[in-house]
């Protein structure tokens, strides 16, 4: 049912090498890894990746589940603290990389969104995939992990 790593898995592989060297590393947390989305075509796009290989959310125990939740909860809280979006997204997905893993995505007004209204996935591939300046991606991920740290953030 559940394995630690594969070598198949893309974000076993990811993590499965340390996130020491990895510029959008954000937090080790009990069950995730937060990090940074490689495109920021929506300041503050972060994911979080389960520790373990499990394709499936309904594979976790229900207390398992809730403690990613939780995780969850306290990177948007830390996101909204430091982006000041309109609204955060949350999505659990599995159809590209089956690996529990959860989008967390700010969403801003026109014209920083162009669509804010439907998700982000019908929006071009040319927007999707802007790719991140490096020095603000360094900045961003340590101001999400500061703000993190703050004891009001989602506790």
């Avoid at 937090?27 to 495109?39: D, K, P, S, T, Y």
Wanted: some cysteine; aromatic content about 8%.
């Amino acid at each position: 049912m559940t394995k630690k790593h594969t070598n198949t898995c893309a974000a076993c592989v990811r993590f499965g090498t340390g996130f020491g060297a990895d510029p959008l590393f954000i937090a080790e947390m009990r069950e995730c890894f937060a990090v940074l989305h490689q495109h920021q075509c929506l300041r503050g796009w972060c994911v979080l990746l389960l520790k373990e290989h499990v394709e499936h959310l309904s594979l976790l125990p229900i207390r398992r589940q809730g403690v990613v939740f939780e995780e969850v909860a306290k990177v948007a809280a830390a996101i909204k603290r430091v982006c000041s979006p309109k609204r955060v997204n949350y999505e659990c997905l599995g159809n590209v990389m089956a690996h529990v893993h959860w989008h967390i995505v700010p969403r801003y007004e026109l014209p920083m969104d162009p669509d804010p209204l439907r998700a982000i996935w019908v929006q071009p591939q040319e927007f999707l995939e802007c790719g991140h300046d490096a020095a603000a991606a360094a900045a961003l991920t340590s101001e999400i992990r500061a703000a993190l740290s703050m004891d009001d953030c989602g506790e």
